[in-house]
C-alpha cells in the first residue's frame, strides 16, 4: 500500500509499505477514507525527528471503513464507518474508567515512562504506524474507534480523531462557565475549534491571537475578538485594555512548542535536530528546551485567580517558568494530550445537528491527494496560500 513516511528531518515521502494485517485479537484493519496533517506532525517533521526513524509511518487523523476484524474486536463489523482516535485505549482499565485514556495502563509505553501509545508518534509513544495511508491496523479496535452515520461528508465527522476532542478538553480543563472571558493563544485549527468550544460552554466573549491573516479572518467571521501580535506585541496588555485591568477569566495555549517570537530557542533547538540522532535524543531527553513565548502570554494574560489550559504540545525538559508570578496570581494551570474517547460521544452528538455548530465542514483549506502529501506538509508548516488545514484522500 501507500504511505506517508518520516525520512528525515522536514522530508517526508509517499512510498510503498506492506499493507498492515491482523496481529492481535483486538486489532481491526481500516480502510482509510481521509486523513489530516495536524499541527503536531509539524513538530515531527522538524523538533521531534530524533526520535523517528526513516521509513515511520505518519498521522493520526484518521477516518476509514472497516475492512477486517480480529476475534475479539467487540461489536465491531467489515463495513463500518469509523473514526480513529489518536490515543490507543483499552476502555478497561483504571485511568480508561476514569476518564484519563490518554494515560492507559494497558498500552502505556513503559519502556519510555510516557502515557498511552499514539498513532504516527515516535519511538517515545510505541511507533505505531500511522493513518497517512492507504490502509490502517487498530489496536484496541473493541473500544477505540467511534461508529459514525454513513450520512454527512468525512469532514463532518473526521475531527473527532484528535482536534475537536483537543479542543473541548481544552475549553473543559479551562473550566470555562457562562459569562467568562476567554483568550485563545493561536489561531490554528485547534484554536479555532477552541474559541468554538468556548462559544458552546457559555463563554460571553472570546478573544483569539494570532499573527497570520487567514487565521484571524476566520475566527473573526465566528464572532472571535482578535488580536494581530503583528501590532499589538503585548496581548496580556490587549486584553487587560479590553477587560477592565482585570485580565481574562479563562486562557487556552493552542499552540505549544514551536511558538513564533523567540528566535534564540528556535536556533537552539534546530541545532539539537541536526545533530546525529542518538546525540540529539539524549539532548532533548535531558536539556530539551521549547519556544515559550505562548504559553508566557497565555500566563500574562490570565486574571489573578484564573484558569490556563494547555492544549498545544510542549517537550521540553529545562523550560524556564515565571512560578513567582503564576504563585501571586494564584493561577490554576491545567495541561495533557486529549482523552479522545472522554468527550467523543457527546461531540457526535453535536455534530449530528444540522447546523454544524463548529462549522468543521468549512475548517479545512486544502484537499489533496496522499499523494501530495508532502506538498501539503510544507505548504502547512510555512503557512502558504492561506492554508489554515489540509485533509489528504487516499
Not at 221 to 229: L, R, S
Amino acid at each position: 500500500m501507500k504511505a506517508l513516511t518520516w525520512q528525515s528531518r522536514e522530508n517526508v515521502e509517499v512510498i510503498d509499505v506492506p499493507d498492515p494485517r491482523i496481529e492481535e485479537p483486538h486489532d481491526a484493519i481500516v480502510r482509510v477514507t481521509s486523513t489530516a496533517i495536524c499541527g503536531s506532525d509539524l513538530h515531527l517533521y522538524s523538533v521531534l525527528g530524533p526520535f523517528l526513524s526513516k521509513g515511520d509511518v505518519l498521522g493520526h487523523e484518521t477516518m476509514g471503513i472497516v475492512e477486517e476484524v480480529g476475534a475479539a474486536a467487540g461489536d465491531l463489523r467489515p463495513g463500518d464507518r469509523v473514526v480513529i482516535p489518536f490515543n490507543i485505549s483499552c476502555g478497561n482499565c483504571w485511568m480508561c474508567n476514569h476518564g484519563l485514556q490518554a494515560q492507559c495502563e494497558t498500552t502505556q509505553v513503559r519502556s519510555q515512562e510516557k502515557g498511552a501509545a499514539l498513532f504516527g508518534y515516535t519511538s517515545l509513544y510505541g511507533s505505531v504506524p500511522g493513518g497517512q495511508a492507504e490502509f490502517v491496523r487498530v489496536p484496541q479496535a473493541q473500544y477505540g474507534p467511534v461508529k459514525v452515520p454513513e450520512s454527512g461528508s468525512d469532514e463532518r465527522w473526521l475531527y473527532l480523531s484528535d482536534i475537536l476532542p483537543t479542543a473541548w478538553q481544552g475549553a473543559r480543563y479551562a473550566d470555562v462557565t457562562d459569562g467568562d472571558t476567554v483568550l485563545v493563544v493561536g489561531l490554528g485549527p485547534v484554536g479555532q475549534l477552541a474559541t468554538r468550544a468556548a462559544q458552546q460552554q457559555g463563554a460571553a466573549r472570546v478573544f483569539g491571537a494570532d499573527l497570520v491573516d487567514e487565521r484571524l479572518a476566520m475566527a473573526d467571521a465566528h464572532g472571535v475578538e482578535t488580536i494581530d501580535i503583528r501590532r499589538d506585541k503585548d496581548v496580556g496588555d490587549v486584553v487587560r485594555q479590553l477587560t477592565g485591568g482585570r485580565g481574562a477569566d479563562r486562557v487556552i495555549d493552542a499552540v505549544g512548542m514551536e511558538a513564533h517570537g523567540d528566535p534564540l530557542a528556535k536556533t537552539a533547538t534546530s541545532a539539537v535536530t541536526r545533530m546525529p540522532q542518538a546525540i540529539a535524543r539524549k539532548a532533548m531527553e535531558r536539556a530539551g528546551i521549547d519556544r515559550l513565548k505562548a504559553l508566557h502570554t497565555a500566563l500574562d494574560a490570565v486574571r489573578r485567580g484564573g484558569t490556563v489550559s494547555l492544549s498545544g504540545v510542549y517537550g521540553g525538559m529545562v523550560d524556564p517558568m515565571p512560578l513567582m508570578d503564576m504563585f501571586d496570581k494564584g493561577i490554576t494551570l491545567r495541561m495533557g494530550q486529549a482523552n479522545v474517547r472522554r468527550w467523543t460521544d457527546e461531540l457526535r452528538d453535536v455534530l449530528s445537528r444540522d447546523d454544524d455548530v463548529f462549522d468543521v465542514e468549512g475548517l479545512a483549506t486544502h484537499h489533496l491527494p496522499l499523494a501530495d502529501a508532502a506538498k501539503g506538509y510544507d505548504m502547512f508548516q510555512k503557512k502558504e496560500d492561506g492554508c489554515i488545514k489540509v485533509v489528504l484522500q487516499p
